[in-house]
């Protein structure tokens, strides 16, 4: 399945399921959403150097999600997500980039969970204690799990030290 596709079709399933989409750059394409950029505070540089940009952003309740949209399973983009979650510098920058957005106010940051979820075509890749997978198909979005809330909780569980500053 194409990388554009399962861009559309994690977007339509997260308004479908009561997410609200904060930010999204679907591949080689534009979105009426803006894009979300977390710095690495180590680049000095101005530009996007060493950025890390999620294809989309969305929150439900007290969880923001990161989401990486692929073709197939990328166990890069897995690392990547994992390395976002596993660094308060970058939970901190991306906090800051959503309050300059005004995507999200500088009092909710200290309540939200982050997530970081793989969005593909599959098959399912390896599992990870923090990275969650959704799964698209032709017909539509298989979810690896059922995602209610209960179960979110359950993983933003596993992330211990993620929560943001």
């Known amino acids: 399945m194409r990388e554009d596709l399962v861009y559309i079709k994690t977007k339509s399933w997260l ?3 009561d997410w609200t989409v904060l930010a999204g750059q679907p591949p080689s394409g534009t979105d009426h959403l803006p894009i979300v950029e977390i710095k690495d505070s180590f680049n000095r540089a101005k530009g996007s150097a060493g950025a890390f940009i999620p294809d989309l952003v969305a929150r439900k309740s007290h969880f923001l999600a990161l989401i990486e ?3 197939v399973y990328d166990e890069l983009d897995r690392l990547k997500l994992e390395g976002i979650l596993g660094s308060q510098r970058r939970l901190t920058a991306l ?4 309050s300059q957005k005004r995507l999200v ?12 979820l793989l969005a593909h075509g599959g098959p399912p890749g390896p599992t990870s204690d923090i990275v969650g997978q959704l799964l698209v198909s032709g ?3 298989d979810v690896a799990g059922s995602w209610d809330d209960a179960t979110l909780q359950s993983l933003s569980d596993l992330q211990t030290g993620v929560n943001p500053p």
Do not use: I, N, Q, Y
């Open 139 to 141: 017909e539509g979005l």
């Open 15 to 17: 308004v479908g399921s």
């Open 69 to 71: 949209c692929k073709p």
């Open 95 to 98: 906090f800051a980039d959503l």
């Open 105 to 116: 106010s500088k009092r909710d940051c200290s309540g939200l969970t982050v997530l970081g």
